[in-house]
């Protein structure tokens, strides 16, 4: 079982920076893939970036691409996302998910946390 905590999120305005952060609580996540998802009111939960674990290969949703930036520290079991030029559409839910392997389908994702909020002003 892998537990997921993120933090990092919050209210920023247009043009900002943020990074979240996405602490596992197992070992045994450092073998895992993790994603960075997001999930506005109404609206589908959204791939948006993955990496696999040793850190090695990524793959982003064009929405986010050359603005966000994943990485990982596996000594840390932790992984970030970096999001910089952030736009008031960009505000959502942003969730952090486990998968055997790198994957942009959500059902490939064994574990999710909780989530946190980033808020884009205007």
């Known amino acids: 079982q892998v537990q997921l905590v993120e933090s990092g999120g919050g209210l920023v305005q247009a043009g900002g920076s943020l990074r979240l952060s996405c602490a596992a609580s197992?070992?045994?996540?450092?073998?895992?893939?993790m994603g960075w998802f997001r999930q506005a009111p109404g609206k589908e939960r959204e791939f948006l970036v993955a990496?696999?674990?040793?850190?090695?290969?990524?793959d982003y949703a064009d929405s986010v691409k050359g603005r966000f930036t994943i990485s990982r520290d596996n000594a840390k079991n932790t992984v970030y996302l970096q999001m910089n030029s952030l736009k008031p559409e960009d505000t959502a839910g942003y969730y952090c998910?486990?998968?055997?392997?790198?994957?942009?389908?959500?059902?490939?994702?064994?574990?999710w946390g909780q989530g946190t909020q980033v808020t884009v002003s205007s």
């Open positions: 998910a486990a998968a055997v392997t790198l994957s942009t389908t959500r059902g490939r994702y064994d574990y």
């Open positions: 197992a070992r045994t996540s450092t073998s895992y893939a």
């Open positions: 990496i696999n674990w040793r850190g090695l290969n990524t």
